[in-house]
């Protein structure tokens, strides 16, 4: 304690980084303060409550430290040696590591690739993202508007003098503009990864703003193709910035952070918004050692994602005012309007991840399909056990013959005599919503007549727009808040839920998916085979129509037995007599033959 003391007395009154050491010289303990001095004399002037606090002080042997210049740099540094040293009793850091990044590799024209590991040899990373699919997305817009090379050439100027390289297939696809003959210079290469960079930082406006300028220079030098080429490239972004959740394009550049507490857990989630449009999504996990408050946890997390993730945004969005202040950086505790918005959603995305993580790590005592079930409640963030799920599908040809299907499963298992049929009555023409909020109001206003039991989940296959017109037929029968509904969309397999602009995370390898995706089929193939079939009986009726002599009775026996015209040709004569009699079955079969 004597040594201690005169560490401690010869501590400064400004920021830095504190560390602590016990008798065998392994650091235990990293922290940060405004005022050293102050912070680490109050680990020993105090009776401390907290009996992990309490066991870390007597192990203290030794204290060094670091002065800073302000709050901010101590913030930094205490995250990085926590995650250099990983001191017992510090927070544990729960780091989504294995999560995808895009590489922009450091080389003489330099590819753009998806990879997992992080490579400390100049080359510039994006990320990370919290799916595979987002990245192939981003890549493939890239590709799109800016054809690079996916080789792994070395192309100095040394080898592509000597011409040692000759154009590949990637080449004579237009995917690439041969750099390796000399067919592109590397200063185009080059002005095509400074935009391709643009894009990745999610800064689409500068890009669409370059690209127009470039179409009216081509235009004024009568090169209306070129200047077509540069029009496509501008329509391929806005299609992709319809496809972002846009908030507010005056919301230029901004982080917001939220968190949540759970057992002796912080879950933050980070949203990263460019031009009002997120486009960049990370989640962490902090782990309490010593009862830290979520704020000082959370201010943690703030520093080590920017600090990851290279942000150079000047305002933050928080729940809370910080009590520390960071150089030329804004912190915002939004009360109303769209930075509010995004604050509620960036806190449910944290939600919806501690429940994630809870999961991942609970062992559900529970055997076979309860345990399926049990998950799909906690994954799918449902009210109840959903013993009883229904899902919905729409199927028409062309506009053609508007039906639907219900198929119902009851523990995970298809129950093949509840599977239901609809034609559509009231929609004229294609109207997938319209004839999605028909078939919903239908279904459950017979379930709620008959007193029937309502199922625990109703799947609706399609995007937010069958999702959205599926729930005002429950609001108009007023069991909105008895059953959960969600949606599953084709093309990324993404689910939806009401009232929540961005799809819910599930991993694509868990059972959740596969019974969500299992009951979706179903529901599809169910539909198709009961529109194939109408489609079929109105061919046999129509057909049957231009047949003198064939009356309403006839064509009801002939539908009943041969269900279409091809199976009709396939009968024998005899088979058509056994039904309708000799003298118009030879009627018919003469006229098969001209068919």
Not at 19 to 39: D, I, S, T
Not at 205 to 228: G, I, N, P, R
Request: aromatic share 8%.
């Amino acid at each position: 304690m004597e040594k201690l003391q005169q560490i401690i007395q010869s501590l400064p009154s400004e920021p830095g980084v504190y560390q602590f050491f016990n008798a065998r010289n392994e650091l235990v303990y990293v922290g940060k303060a405004k005022n050293l001095r102050k912070r680490v004399v109050s680990y020993f002037s105090r009776d401390l409550e907290n009996r992990k606090l309490q066991v870390l002080v007597s192990q203290i042997t030794d204290i060094k430290f670091v002065v800073v210049g302000s709050e901010q740099e101590a913030l930094l540094l205490e995250n990085n040696l926590i995650k250099t040293n990983k001191p017992r009793y510090n927070v544990l850091l729960k780091d989504d590591k294995t999560f995808p990044w895009i590489c922009i590799k450091k080389e003489n024209f330099p590819r753009v690739f998806l990879t997992r590991n992080l490579i400390d040899d100049g080359s510039e990373y994006y990320g990370p993202y919290t799916s595979v699919m987002i990245v192939r997305t981003l890549l493939k817009l890239t590709a799109e508007l800016y054809p690079l090379r996916n080789c792994s050439l070395d192309l100095s100027p040394k080898k592509i003098e000597q011409g040692k390289y000759t154009p590949c297939l990637e080449y004579h696809m237009g995917n690439c503009l041969a750099p390796c003959v000399s067919r592109q210079t590397e200063d185009d290469y080059n002005n095509s990864i400074r935009q391709v960079k643009k894009i990745l930082k999610g800064n689409l406006s500068e890009v669409q703003a370059y690209l127009k300028d470039l179409m009216s220079s081509f235009s004024d030098k009568y090169q209306f193709e070129d200047a077509h080429k540069v029009k496509e490239k501008i329509e391929i972004i806005e299609k992709y910035k319809s496809k972002s959740v846009v908030v507010n394009p005056d919301i230029s550049d901004v982080d917001v952070f939220s968190c949540v507490e759970k057992d002796n857990s912080v879950f933050v989630n980070y949203l990263k918004v460019v031009d009002g449009a997120i486009i960049q999504v990370h989640n962490m996990e902090l782990r309490r050692k010593l009862d830290e408050p979520k704020e000082e946890l959370m201010m943690m997390a703030v520093a080590d994602v920017r600090d990851k993730l290279k942000s150079q945004a000047k305002e933050i969005i928080l729940p809370f005012h910080p009590d520390e202040e960071w150089d030329r950086i804004c912190f915002t505790v939004p009360k109303i309007g769209d930075k509010l918005r995004l604050l509620e959603l960036s806190e449910r995305n944290a939600r919806i991840y501690s429940l994630e993580k809870g999961r991942s790590e609970t062992k559900i005592k529970v055997k076979g399909k309860d345990a399926l079930l049990v998950r799909m409640k906690n994954e799918l963030n449902l009210k109840e056990i959903p013993h009883f799920m229904e899902c919905f599908d729409n199927s028409n040809l062309q506009g053609t013959n508007p039906v639907a299907s219900c198929v119902v499963f009851k523990d995970a298992k298809p129950y093949k005599s509840e599977y239901r049929h609809f034609n559509i009555k009231t929609v004229e023409g294609p109207d997938d919503f319209a004839s999605m909020e028909e078939i919903i109001f239908r279904r459950y206003s017979r379930l709620l007549e008959e007193n029937r039991e309502l199922p625990q989940l109703i799947v609706i296959d399609g995007g937010k727009g069958q999702l959205n017109a599926a729930f005002s037929s429950l609001k108009k029968l007023g069991i909105e808040e008895k059953i959960d509904i969600i949606s599953i969309a084709k093309r990324l397999e993404e689910i939806y839920k009401v009232n929540d602009p961005v799809p819910l995370y599930i991993d694509k390898n868990s059972t959740t998916l596969k019974v969500i995706q299992n009951i979706r089929n179903e529901a599809h193939r169910f539909g198709i085979a009961f529109h194939r079939d109408k489609r079929s009986k109105e061919m046999i009726v129509s057909w049957l129509d231009s047949i003198d002599g064939i009356g309403e009775k006839t064509k009801e026996q002939l539908m009943k037995k041969f269900k279409s015209v091809e199976n009709l040709k396939q009968a024998e004569l005899q088979e058509i007599e056994k039904v309708i009699g000799k003298s118009k079955a030879v009627m018919i079969v003469e006229q098969l033959k001209q068919l």
